[in-house]
Antibody, heavy 120, light 109 residues
Framework: EVQLLESGGGLVQPGGSLGLSCAAS????????MSWVRQAPGKGLEWVSG????????QYADSVKGRFTISRDNSKNTLHLQMNSLRAEDTAVYYC?????????????WGQGTMVTVSS | EIVLTQSPGTLSLSPGERATLSCRASQTISSNSLAWYQQTPGQAPRLLIYGASSRATGIPDRFSGSGSGTDFTLTISRLEPEDFAVYYCQQRGSSPLYTFGQGTKLEIK
């Protein structure tokens, strides 16, 4: 079964740091681009960051650029998101999402999400 | 930045009726970059349509997508009770790499 499982969410103070992980199974992880997408409480979806199949091929939304770092460990089938200098507006459910195959610019598999709350 | 505007914000219909949801882009986008998702409360989004008109694996044929240029449509031919949810369109651009519309809530009338 194709599956993504996020972990690492929690409560953190403004200015703090948190690391999220996403464990992938059921597909060849190294062959697919991956992204993080977040959803603030009661709001819509916002793409946060993405990575291609190779290290160094990373992209960020302007809202997180310079504060968040995405990485992947293809040997462990795991996607990471390191979040620094967190702000109240970063409070959201964070989803890990797999992009479809070549030429498919959509996310065909999503994890269940992990909640990040930034509050004092 | 390309902005996607979905309409209506809320659509009230009855089971068995036809639903038409709109997604308009602020500038011309490639059809192969337009996707639609369904999200029910407490759940992750589910991919319905990619490439503007291709159904994702396991999606019933009552869901269809169409459009090109700046105007795209998701049609649900005959609403089932499980179709009442929030629907998002999404496109792949350059910066940011992906953007989503603000969503259309499809509610039971």
């Amino acid at each position: 079964e194709v599956q993504l499982l996020e972990s690492g969410g929690g409560l953190v103070q403004p200015g703090g740091s948190l690391g999220l992980s996403c464990a992938a199974s059921g597909f060849t992880f190294s062959s697919y681009a991956m992204s993080w997408v977040r959803q603030a409480p009661g709001k819509g979806l916002e793409w946060v960051s993405g990575t291609g199949t190779s290290a160094g091929d990373t992209q960020y939304a302007d809202s997180v650029k310079g504060r968040f770092t995405i990485s992947r460990d293809n040997s462990k089938n795991t996607l990471h998101l390191q979040m620094n200098s967190l702000r109240a507006e970063d409070t959201a459910v964070y989803y890990c999402a797999k992009r479809g195959g070549s030429g498919t610019y959509a996310f065909d598999i999503w994890g269940q999400g992990t909640m990040v709350t930034v509050s004092s | 930045e390309i902005v996607l505007t979905q309409s209506p914000g809320t659509l009230s219909l009855s089971p068995g009726e036809r639903a038409t949801l709109s997604c308009r882009a602020s500038q011309t986008i490639s059809s192969n970059s337009l996707a639609w998702y369904q999200q029910t409360p407490g759940q992750a989004p589910r991919l319905l349509i990619y490439g503007a008109s291709s159904r994702a694996t396991g999606i019933p044929d009552r869901f269809s997508g169409s459009g090109s240029g700046t105007d795209f449509t998701l049609t649900i031919s005959r609403l089932e009770p499980e179709d009442f949810a929030v629907y998002y369109c999404q496109q792949r651009g350059s910066s940011p790499l992906y953007t989503f519309g603000q969503g259309t809530k499809l509610e039971i009338k």
